[in-house]
């Protein structure tokens, strides 16, 4: 039975879909490094943020938990390439469902390398849109994010991970 939302979030995105999925769900959300009890072998729905290719925290959280399902919380609008891409990388199994969500950007929450990392990002992007008007939809929503920031994080997300879990519970 599944006893836990397990997440790793920088800047906070992920950690708002926690708390929205553990209010629709009943159970509780644990940042990685703050669960209480940290007893190994429970059953967990893990949540983390997309860094390049990787989620942050899954491969400490799989092996020390049961984890039932994946999530991961990126930038850019999910695909499902992105999705074979993370499944292939972290080798899961593919009796495991992956959900993507889209997070957002918030570079003031950002140190570190990572800062240094998006601050290229954005320059990089924004210089390329900028050549490449007029954009499509998705490429609006990344020369927007680059600039000014962004938050895609909504309740009416969770839909898919919601009804999933309550095929299991
Ligand atoms: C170093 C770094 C690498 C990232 N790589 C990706 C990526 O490959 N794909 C993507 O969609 N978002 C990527 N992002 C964006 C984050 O996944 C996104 O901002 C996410 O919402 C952060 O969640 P958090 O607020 O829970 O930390 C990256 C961010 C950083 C800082």
């Known amino acids: 039975m599944i006893s836990a939302i397990v997440y790793t979030s920088e800047t906070g995105f992920t950690r708002q879909y926690a708390a929205m999925l553990s209010e629709e769900t009943g159970l509780p959300a644990?940042?990685?490094?703050?669960?209480?009890?940290?007893?190994?072998?429970?059953?967990?729905?893990?949540?983390?943020w997309l860094a390049a290719r990787g989620i942050a925290g899954y491969p400490a959280a799989a092996a020390r938990y049961k984890v039932r399902c994946v999530c991961q919380v990126g930038l850019d609008a999910p695909t499902a390439h992105s999705l074979e891409r993370t499944r292939k990388w972290h080798n899961i199994d593919p009796e495991i469902p992956l959900f993507a969500l889209q997070g957002g950007l918030d570079i003031n929450k950002l140190h570190g390398a990572y800062r240094l990392m998006m601050q290229a990002w954005r320059k990089k992007t924004i210089a390329q849109l900028e050549k490449e008007k007029p954009l499509d939809e998705q490429q609006r929503f990344l020369y927007n994010a680059a600039r000014f920031g962004a938050s895609c994080v909504k309740r009416d997300n969770l839909q898919d991970i919601i009804a999933?879990?309550?095929?299991v519970e």
């Open 164 to 167: 999933w879990y309550h095929t």
């Open 30 to 48: 644990y940042s990685l490094d703050r669960v209480p009890e940290p007893r190994g072998g429970r059953e967990i729905i893990y949540m983390g």
